[in-house]
């Protein structure tokens, strides 16, 4: 283990020590530590970083239990290899938050008469009832805590931020922030007089704003609430608010102080106002302030976001035209210099990252590049490090999963490629995930079904030889807000919400063999209408918007049937007819060989 990691485990030590120390001072046994914030947001300022000062832990989902004499990390099968890297198995033990979960670990860790404390403004509803009967269970209670242990003892925690919010102009937007007011506060549920709003690209997306207050995300940090007569009170730093943005909010935007949010909320349930908030995006801490006052409903700006206006559909295809391009370019760079077996992860992420920002409206990547060489592509959010990079050498794959965010569009692409020959087994194993992107990418469907319910074509080919993978196949995508977006998404999980006309949703199958190489194949698609199938119900279907060849060299053709041949040729043959274009001849040549039919 190298001297970093070490250190970074040293300081775990005295951290968790610390934090004991403190639990122990205000007569607790034990806290909960997700790795949320108080919006339950996937990104988090540094600020709010309480989850990896304390364990070591990067990724963008886990809960950490400590108790008096044991501790323990929750992470799901994104994260399993990452935490195990991460964090000291000595000082915490590693679960898989699915299989073992949280719930189970303290009912049978918490002693009896202990009690367990959590911060009511980092956990839902649901979370706080699954952890309090498992307290119960083991003969002790949950407790919620005025302000956070863990603040007490982070002497050099970062300062809140304070960037800059600014409009989203109507030419990316396609809609006025009034007319969504009004449309919006139109669809509260019947008797309720406000809708609580707490998920800050919600806020966004209603109030035509962006900002910066999370990494890759363009967020303004912030709480509303929007009232029957569409008029909003918004709690936000008036600190951030740029020179006009009154002017663009409007005399029907009142601007409070965040700190006044919490006795706003007790106002409003004292003036006998029927208020709705979502029990699941909205803090427990939200629903206590507001009580018998509170009608729990989805968050109202929720579905509407999802299901993408014209102006904004036109615009996240012009994002990825221009996206594609840069991609291309890379991958171009990539097939001509991977083969002198000297490069490395963390360069070669930075070396697409200078393709993408000189494009049109660039502003940030969407996340952190995954760039996973060989047995590193095994790890599904694997993010490089100086101490853990590895070089791209023949006969291995490399794993490029990589986003940008423009004003127009927010994009999110995967592609593996075979660093000179691959083995007949990874062949065998990306087509195999191939075929799965192909069966989703063709599917029609009637209006109704859910994402859960095309889950299984996409995993269809490797279970038929018994593969599987342990993430989800699709997550909605926002325009110009989170790359991670719902309510729509294809996954095993159950999942009520219906697709529809104008969501955006990755379609993404993997493989990943552990200590050996990762493969997965991402495009962004559009639900589109197609049709009236029988019985008047709409027939809907995909349209494919990220443009970027898929490597040719990793395929098995003879697996492929031959719809699946002539998907990928016609694929291929769009992404050079759109992109043959935007790039210069001698990256023309590379793009019209990588795209010839198969």
């Not at 994260?79 to 189970?104: C, K, M, N």
């Not at 018998?292 to 929720?302: E, G, I, L, M, N």
């Not at 299901?307 to 221009?322: F, S």
Request: charged share 25%; proline share 6%.
């Amino acid at each position: 283990m190298d001297e970093g990691r070490k250190l970074r485990r040293g300081d775990t030590a005295e951290r968790l020590a610390q934090l004991r120390a403190e639990l122990k001072r205000r007569g607790l046994d034990g806290f909960l530590v997700p790795r949320t914030d108080e919006y339950q947001g996937e990104y988090v300022p540094a600020s709010a970083q309480r989850l990896a000062w304390l364990t070591g832990f990067t990724g963008s989902a886990g809960l950490a239990v400590v108790l008096s004499d044991a501790a323990a990390i929750f992470v799901d099968g994104r994260y399993t290899l990452q935490a195990a890297t991460e964090v000291d198995g000595a000082l915490f033990q590693h679960r898989h938050i699915s299989d073992e979960p949280a719930s189970e670990w303290i009912a049978t860790s918490l002693k009896v008469g202990a009690t367990l404390g959590y911060d009511s403004r980092l956990h839902t509803l649901g979370e706080v009832d699954r952890y309090r009967a498992a307290a119960e269970k083991a003969g002790g209670k949950l407790a919620a805590l005025d302000d956070n242990p863990i603040d007490s003892v982070w002497t050099d925690r970062p300062a809140p931020p304070l960037e800059p919010v600014v409009p989203q102009e109507m030419r990316f937007a396609g809609e006025s922030a009034a007319d969504k007011r009004k449309r919006i506060a139109a669809s509260l549920a019947t008797g309720v007089e406000a809708a609580v709003l707490t998920a800050p690209d919600s806020i966004a997306w209603l109030l035509n704003i962006r900002g910066g207050d999370v990494p890759h995300t363009p967020l303004p940090l912030s709480f509303a609430v929007l009232h029957r007569d569409a008029s909003v009170d918004l709690f936000i730093d008036r600190r951030k608010l740029t020179p006009g943005l009154d002017a663009h909010l409007g005399p029907s935007v009142r601007i409070a102080d965040p700190a006044s949010f919490g006795a706003f909320l007790e106002n409003l349930a004292a003036s006998g106002k029927r208020v709705q908030a979502d029990p699941g995006s909205a803090a427990a801490w939200v629903f206590d302030r507001l009580g018998d006052a509170v009608q729990r409903a989805p968050d109202p700006c929720a579905l509407p976001k999802a299901c993408k206006n014209t102006v904004e559909l036109d615009g996240t295809r012009a994002a990825h035209r221009r996206d594609g391009a840069a991609l291309t370019r890379f991958l171009a760079w990539l097939a001509r210099n991977a083969g002198a077996g000297t490069l490395r992860e963390i360069a070669v992420s930075d070396r697409l990252e200078e393709f993408r920002r000189t494009g049109d409206f660039f502003r940030d990547l969407s996340f952190p590049t995954i760039s996973g060489a060989g047995s590193n592509g095994a790890i599904v959010h694997y993010h490089a490090m100086p101490d853990t990079e590895r070089t791209l050498e023949n006969g291995s794959l490399y794993l490029v999963d990589s986003g940008a965010q423009y004003l127009d569009g927010t994009t999110d692409v995967t592609r593996t490629v075979a660093i000179g020959t691959p083995t007949p087994e990874m062949k065998d194993r990306f087509t195999r995930v191939l075929k799965g992107h192909i069966a989703l990418a063709l599917c029609r469907f009637p209006s109704g079904t859910t994402g859960s319910q095309l889950d299984a074509m996409a995993r269809a080919p490797l279970w038929q030889v018994g593969l599987d993978y342990d993430h989800g196949t699709g997550h909605g995508v926002g325009s110009y807000l989170g790359v991670h977006e719902g309510p729509q998404r294809i996954s095993k999980q159950p999942n009520a919400q219906r697709l529809m006309p104008g969501m955006i949703v990755s379609n993404e199958p993997g493989y990943y063999k552990t200590g050996a190489y990762g493969i997965r194949i991402e495009n962004l698609v559009v639900v589109e209408k197609l049709g009236v199938g029988e019985g008047g119900r709409d027939l809907l279907g995909f349209e494919t918007i990220t443009l970027a060849p898929i490597d040719r060299n990793a395929i098995d053709k003879s697996l492929l049937e031959t719809h699946e041949v002539e998907w990928l040729d016609a694929y291929h043959a769009r992404v050079a007819a759109e992109l043959l274009p935007l790039v210069d001849t001698e990256i023309a040549t590379w793009l019209k060989d990588a795209t010839r039919p198969l």
